[in-house]
């Protein structure tokens, strides 16, 4: 086979893996809009906080350090002890089911029938503040995330398929951790159309994206449905802010990766988990082998600007995107 | 009704006597934002030196140094707003530790007549003082960092690069463009094949551009990078097993926290450096009169550090071309005019350093009227992991003139005839 083509095989399995970590991201925007209709801009900032937590927790800082020792002219940094991993993801976890009832008690609670630019700008608030928030609890140094996930390329893929191509291949070059993040997604979204499908909270989740009103009159509270939602987002936002912040520290930028999501959830549609990993797929691969055919001819870099292309090309078609539900309404 | 007459006019002659004067500097600083973890540390160094010269030697020839710090959020339309909202206050010179806003501040500090020193970064032909007036970018700039970084591949291959593949990774940005002329004058030179590769704003995703890297080979890989984009990129370097001997960075992708995220991978990764690094005498008195007295900038955790090192290095030479201004003109208050004229005149020995506590910290370099881009000469330096420590690798390195000068004078020249400028120093 031909070293370019292999090549461009090797592009696309690795656009399969950025996707994955893409529709990551996206998963927590479709979980809120799916449940209250709101665009919650703060998702990316939801990904750094969780993933400062998950540091701070880890290596034993202490909360606030800086302002504690600025106002009481201590000098304390650390606790002193370190946490293992899994207990410092479940005490994040519930850092962020406690952040979850904090938003819904001061900010959601308050907004409810709001025009959904309203809640729009509310997420945008939210995002602000949490960022400022966690940079005041945690710092704003660039912190080493390490949760024993595999970095760098799997060496046993590269000998195996090195024999495919000719003296300039080189092997395919898959990193493991992109393969944990697939797998994490996959065992993710399985679990998520579990739990809607055949939980009671699912379901009840369930019948609130349908219809508010009718899940109200049935009892279902939706004060309750938007801590579990906000949750499960919060959990998803952990997951990726594990996932990016392995590769690069975490770090304020982090909560740019939601630039990442934005044209996948305008591919896939706002509205459905299928959608959100469909839509980060494509986007991978689209964005990925256009950079290596088309970039090289017009200076590279081209992915930030082409992912978006890549959706507007599909909304003109599919305005809903590819899985979102076509909303008709009548005069 | 007598005494109230009398309080009020002794009030309004108080309140309209001399101010205290006071030297001011201010800090467009970035604490926040993305790129928060390099602008951190440059501003503690910034900002601590002159606390020390106010504690240690009660001011800059007795008058008290006054810094003000703006947040710019490295967002070059806030680093203007920052300008405007302080310039008013007496400013005496800017550092904006950005090539955006310096951009964008050029042709105000020449409008208002305030020194702009951009350390490193920046505009590169604004080393040519016969037309940028208020513009200074001593003691290196982006072309000689390129130049130097050549000149230490081309020393390590036995003077030869003929047969040598080169690749750029370059930040998508003004910065990042900045050193692409250069490369390519230098290849033509040294018969290298150069590749260039860019990385968009932020640079969290570059497994195109590491795949690219892969499947060409290059020799060497330079970095022009800042922020996520150098962190992303050694752990990328580190994924496809680049050899991090061969990966160098410039003195914007060099500090600490650009490889500590990739942890034992990074080990071997270089970078270049301007200022050098180790412990310097001046910070056990940046402890004694700064942070022991709780006037430190940060929280103290970032003394000696790269960054901070080079913050302090840009408010050492700030200081240093105060007193020369002071000097010429025999007035300890000092204008930003008279600013400008220390600035000119300033000169860094190995014994005015050693003097001041940062012995070596920089190359010696003068500045004239003509030349406001010093000597442009800088190190390499390779990361130990192990230690955590930065090594030098080599004394400073003289970049190559010869490539160089005929750049500055061609691009500032251009600049002079789009904006009818006068050349001065004739």
């Known amino acids: 086979m031909p070293d370019q083509l292999l090549y461009g095989i090797e592009v696309m399995i690795n656009g399969l893996m950025a996707g994955v970590l893409y529709a990551l991201v996206a998963l927590g925007f479709v979980l809120i809009f799916k449940a209250s209709g709101i665009f919650n801009y703060a998702q990316g900032v939801l990904a750094l906080f969780a993933a400062l937590t998950l540091v701070g927790l880890q290596q034993g800082q202490v909360p606030f350090a800086h302002l504690i020792n600025a106002i009481f002219g201590t000098e304390i940094h650390h606790f002193g002890w370190e946490l293992p991993a899994i207990v410092a993801i479940v005490l994040t976890m519930g850092v962020m089911v406690l952040l979850a009832i904090v938003i819904e008690k001061f900010i959601l609670k308050h907004l409810v029938n709001q025009e959904p630019i309203i809640l729009f700008m509310a997420t945008i608030g939210l995002a602000y503040f949490l960022e400022g928030f966690g940079d005041i609890m945690w710092g704003s140094d660039i912190k080493t995330l390490d949760v024993g996930l595999p970095q760098g390329g799997s060496i046993w893929i590269e000998e195996k398929t090195a024999a495919l191509g000719g003296d300039g291949f080189y092997g395919f070059f898959i990193d493991r951790l992109d393969i944990v993040a697939a797998l994490v997604a996959a065992l993710l979204v399985i679990s998520l159309t579990l739990f809607s499908q055949f939980s009671k909270q699912g379901r009840a989740l369930r019948a609130v994206a349908d219809d508010h009103q009718a899940a109200l009159s049935v009892g279902i509270s939706l004060r309750f449905i938007w801590v579990l939602v906000w949750s499960i987002a919060g959990f998803v936002a952990l997951v990726a802010g594990i996932m990016w912040g392995a590769k690069s520290g975490v770090q304020f930028s982090l909560s740019l990766i939601a630039l990442k999501a934005l044209p996948v959830l305008m591919l896939g549609g706002f509205t459905s988990i299928p959608g959100a990993i469909v839509g980060g797929l494509i986007i991978g691969v689209g964005e990925k082998l256009f950079e290596f055919t088309i970039g090289p001819m017009v200076g590279g870099a081209t992915e930030n600007w082409f992912a978006y292309v890549l959706a507007l090309v599909f909304l003109v078609f599919r305005p809903q995107g590819l899985f979102g539900e076509k909303i008709i309404e009548r005069v | ?426």
């Open chain 2, 1 to 426: 009704m007598r005494l109230r007459l009398a309080t009020f006019a002794l009030t309004a002659l108080i309140a309209a006597g001399p101010a205290m004067a006071e030297l001011v500097f201010p800090d467009l600083s970035y604490r926040t934002g993305p790129y928060a973890a390099g602008g951190t540390p440059f501003s503690d160094g910034y900002q601590d030196y002159f606390s020390l010269v106010n504690e240690r030697d009660g001011g800059i020839g007795g008058v008290k140094a006054r810094v003000i710090e703006c947040e710019t959020g490295y967002n070059t339309e806030k680093g203007v707003e920052c300008y405007e909202a302080t310039k008013g206050e007496g400013a005496l010179i800017y550092q904006p530790l950005s090539t955006g806003i310096t951009y964008q501040l050029i042709p105000k500090v020449s409008a208002d007549e305030i020194p702009l020193h951009t350390m490193g970064y920046g505009r590169t032909s604004a080393a040519n003082g016969e037309v940028f007036e208020w513009v200074f970018n001593y003691p290196a700039n982006y072309w000689d960092a390129a130049s130097v970084a050549i000149k230490y591949l081309s020393d390590e291959n036995g003077g030869d690069l003929s047969d040598k593949k080169i690749t750029l990774l370059y930040h998508n940005s003004a910065y990042g463009k900045e050193p692409i002329r250069t490369l390519e004058e230098l290849a033509d030179k040294h018969g290298y094949e150069l590749t260039t590769i860019a990385v968009d704003h932020p640079g969290q995703e570059q497994k195109s551009q590491w795949l690219q890297i892969r499947r060409e080979r290059p020799d060497y890989v330079l970095m022009w990078g800042w922020g996520v984009m150098n962190q992303v990129a050694v752990q990328e370097a580190a994924n496809i097993r680049f050899p991090m001997e061969n990966f160098i960075g410039n003195w914007w992708a060099g500090a600490e926290h650009d490889v500590t995220p990739a942890g034992a991978a990074a080990d071997g990764y270089k970078s270049l450096n301007m200022n050098r690094i180790g412990d310097l005498p001046v910070f056990d008195d940046i402890k004694t009169y700064v942070h022991d007295k709780g006037m430190a900038a940060g929280d103290g955790s970032n003394v000696g550090k790269v960054l901070y090192t080079r913050g302090m290095y840009a408010a050492v030479l700030a200081v240093e071309a105060a007193k020369t201004a002071q000097e010429i003109h025999g007035t300890p208050d000092i204008t930003a005019a008279m600013m400008r004229d220390g600035m000119e005149a300033l000169e860094m020995t190995a014994a005015k350093m050693e003097a001041l506590g940062v012995p070596g910290i920089g190359p010696e370099f003068s500045v004239s009227c003509a030349d406001h881009g010093g000597s442009g000469q800088g190190i390499v330096q390779q990361w130990d992991a192990d230690a955590g420590k930065w090594v030098a690798l080599t004394d400073y390195i003289q970049p190559d003139s010869e490539v160089i000068a005929p750049l500055v004078e061609e691009d500032s020249m251009a600049y002079a005839s789009e904006n009818n400028i006068d050349l001065r120093c004739q």
